[in-house]
């Protein structure tokens, strides 16, 4: 897949980077203004109204989509392979990239944000046992707020059944086979 090779033909100077959408070419608050399919399509177009740089890269894909599909298609090529680590909940990630840091990507197309990849083996170990604490501590108190919601509904259940049983007690059909508007009283 050639994201990469993406930004360096059309010139981009935006981030680019590949998530389960696309290739994203986008800004540090939104990535994903432009989408390019791995197909080499364009997902979601930018219509350039804000930005003279979207504008131009837009009408530099769309006027030739058979190269933007090669470019796509191509493979990337690497100038170094500097190891950094990331973390998939309890899985510490060995990954790949040319510079290390944001806004720069992973070989894979990610982008590596300063607070989930690091040189720093240690560091990721770290960010993943804290992150794997906070997401306990969470749960925990989800867990303790649907408890006390079932509490009270279970409450409203027996307080509604116990109603319902008074008024079957107090107006039960063989007392009183009564036509609307007719005489209710109880036993």
Known sequence: MGYKLLKEHYRIGHSVCVTDK???I?????HDLIIVGLDGAIIKADDGRVNEDLKRYMAEMKADPAKLREVV????TFEAS???YTYDGGNILEKLCEKPGWPNTTHDGEMMYENTYSTDKRKVVKWAKENAKAGIELAARRVQEIEADLAKMEALVKESEADLEKLEADYNKSNDEVSEGGPLTPN
Request: glycine share 14%; charged share 5%.
């Open 22 to 24: 696309g290739i994203c």
């Open 26 to 30: 986008g800004s540090p608050f939104i």
């Open 73 to 76: 298609q191509a493979p990337d």
């Open 82 to 84: 500097i190891p950094v």
